[in-house]
């Protein structure tokens, strides 16, 4: 009963090609996240949007668009996909208010490979 | 701009033992969040503690528990009687509680516990 899923879990590709990496949570959160993992540098932000009208760039958005099609929906695409885009990718949902405001709930992750 | 550190790339602790993990964070806010994330070998990002800045009580979930120093901006975390479970990377991360600041996260400190 996971409540943030990721679409797809793995991927592999192949330079320049575009990839949309697709986010959905049960939550009814209204904020959500996306964040690239690379070994040793930990978590860094993409893009980020607090509501379906929002949408900010996070510390490495180049590269990168974003799209909040519904409250539920947040996804990542790689217009022209690069072998450094080559990552672990989360999706995450925050609400504001509330005994947990601010707390970030992560999904399962992408695995993406850019050949 | 805030940031946060974790000073302990790699860390090992005996089965039953007690451990405790360092994070040190600057921001010139006085009302935040910190947090510490588990990332075990299945990749996927998991809640452990959270302390809101304003308790002076440090925060307590089983056997984890936190040392929050406020003035020192410091926020450790303590395992207790470690478990081969515990194995895992773990994420310190900080945010504001102006609700429009995502959270900063440090690189990591891998945790191996050890049988």
């Known amino acids: 009963d996971a409540d943030v899923t990721q679409t797809p879990r793995n991927r592999i590709t192949k330079t320049g090609k575009r990839i949309m990496l697709e986010c959905s949570q049960t939550?009814?959160?209204?904020?959500m996240y996306w964040y690239r993992q690379d070994p040793g540098l930990g978590l860094r932000l993409i893009y980020y949007?607090?509501?379906?009208?929002?949408?900010n760039k996070g510390e490495i958005s180049d590269g990168y668009s974003v799209s909040r099609q519904a409250q539920a929906k947040f996804s990542l695409s790689l217009e022209s996909a690069i072998p450094n885009q080559t990552a672990l990718y989360f999706c995450?949902?925050?609400?504001?208010?509330?005994?947990?405001?601010?707390?970030?709930?992560f999904g399962p992750g992408t695995r993406l490979t850019v050949l | 701009a805030q940031t946060v550190t974790q000073s302990q790339p790699e860390m090992s602790v005996q089965e039953a033992e007690t451990v405790t993990l360092s994070c040190t964070y600057d921001?010139?806010?006085?009302?935040?969040?910190l947090f510490w994330y588990k990332q075990p070998p299945s990749r996927q990002m998991i809640l452990v503690i959270r302390q809101e800045a304003y308790k002076q009580q440090n925060a307590t979930e089983n056997r984890f528990s936190v040392n929050f120093q406020k003035a020192a901006k410091s926020f450790s975390l303590k395992i207790s009687d470690s478990q081969l479970g515990d194995t895992a990377m773990y994420f310190c991360?900080?945010?504001?509680?102006?609700?429009?600041?995502?959270?900063?996260f440090g690189k990591g400190t891998r945790l191996s516990v050890i049988a």
């Open positions: 991360a900080f945010t504001t509680n102006s609700g429009n600041t995502p959270l900063v």
């Open positions: 939550k009814g959160h209204d904020r």
């Open positions: 921001t010139s806010e006085n009302n935040y969040y």
């Open positions: 949007s607090f509501d379906v009208k929002d949408i």
């Open positions: 995450a949902t925050s609400d504001l208010g509330g005994l947990n405001t601010d707390t970030q709930y």
